[in-house]
């Protein structure tokens, strides 16, 4: 949703908007696809239970792994930050205290990310410009391992999807070359969460080893299938570009959007296993 809200940014233009809101929701089709496809073949076969469950009972209890919490330069750099916001709002009750905090998060991303988009229209130029798009735009294997590295190092999808947004926007990438980063970042995730199930300790540790092979395996099964395989690679592009297209000319379609899948949907989810 942060990449969504991110390409909110951009509403003033257009152009501009409809190219940030392809590059910022084919993420979401592509995750919507992957679910589609794996959660019955889940439901029915449990490929992604057995297959983790063997590879938990065979690295259980190592530690060669490192753990992530040792080199997550992003949390020491913004760990002031964060406790000023803390002591700001110590003083609110705590039901308003985490509301405002997510107020303010919100609004310091779009800020930033507003003003990173009009750095990088002055910025990317000439030689600038060609190396970025050498990187991420010449070649889709190149541009999913940059993807998945930077993610690693920043331990966040979130940190790497949403920047790229004000590079589609800006119209330095477009959101097919935007699409194979985020793949990339989809399986940078996975690494980390690996990383710290490793480091865990205690009688749960060992479900949280295999939930984090779950992961790593799911998105290796989904990068396979939907983007390795020609047959499905264009179905979340084509439909980011379709709603895009559609937003841009009627912007109460991204509201009506972002409402049913990321708070209608999760809502009925957990209404239903609530009931069931």
């Known amino acids: 949703m942060t990449t969504s809200l991110v390409a909110l940014t951009f ?9 940030a809101l392809g590059a910022s929701t084919v993420h979401d089709f592509y995750n919507w ?6 959660f019955p073949i889940e439901l029915i076969w449990h490929p992604l239970e057995h297959i983790s469950g063997t590879l938990t009972n065979a690295l259980y209890g190592t530690d060669w792994l490192p753990n992530p ?15 000023g916001v803390i002591h700001a709002t110590s003083h609110v009750s705590s039901t308003l205290g985490p509301l405002f905090t997510i107020v303010i998060g919100a609004v310091l991303v779009l800020v930033a990310v507003r003003y990173l988009g009009k750095l990088l229209k002055l ?7 060609d190396i970025l798009i050498k990187a991420v735009g010449r070649n889709a294997y ?21 920047v790229l947004v004000p590079f589609a926007g800006a119209g330095i ?3 097919a070359q935007v699409y194979p980063v985020v793949v990339g ?5 996975t690494f980390t969460v690996v990383f710290a199930a490793f480091a865990g300790v205690g009688q749960d540790a ?23 395989i020609p047959l499905l690679r264009p179905v979340p592009l084509f439909c980011a570009e379709n709603l895009a297209r559609i937003a841009s000319e009627h912007r109460w379609v991204l509201a009506v959007y972002l409402g049913t899948v990321f708070i209608a949907l999760p809502a009925l989810v957990i209404v239903l296993v609530g009931v069931l």
Request: charge should be positive; proline fraction near 2%; charged fraction near 15%.
């Open 69 to 83: 919490a040792h080199f997550n330069f992003i949390r020491a750099a913004t760990r002031p930050v964060e406790r």
């Open 142 to 162: 190149l541009a999913m391992a940059s993807g998945m590295a930077v993610t690693v190092v920043t331990q966040s999808s979130t940190i790497t999807t949403s």
């Open 33 to 38: 696809l992957a679910l589609l496809i794996f």
């Open 185 to 189: 970042s989809n399986l940078g995730t």
């Open 206 to 228: 060992k479900i949280g080893l295999q939930t984090a092979f779950v992961h790593l395996i799911y998105n290796l099964f989904a990068i396979f299938v939907i983007y390795v």
């Open 11 to 19: 509403i003033g233009d257009r152009a501009e908007f409809r190219r």
């Open 173 to 175: 990438l477009t959101p």
């Open 123 to 129: 910025l990317m130029v000439g030689r600038a410009r």
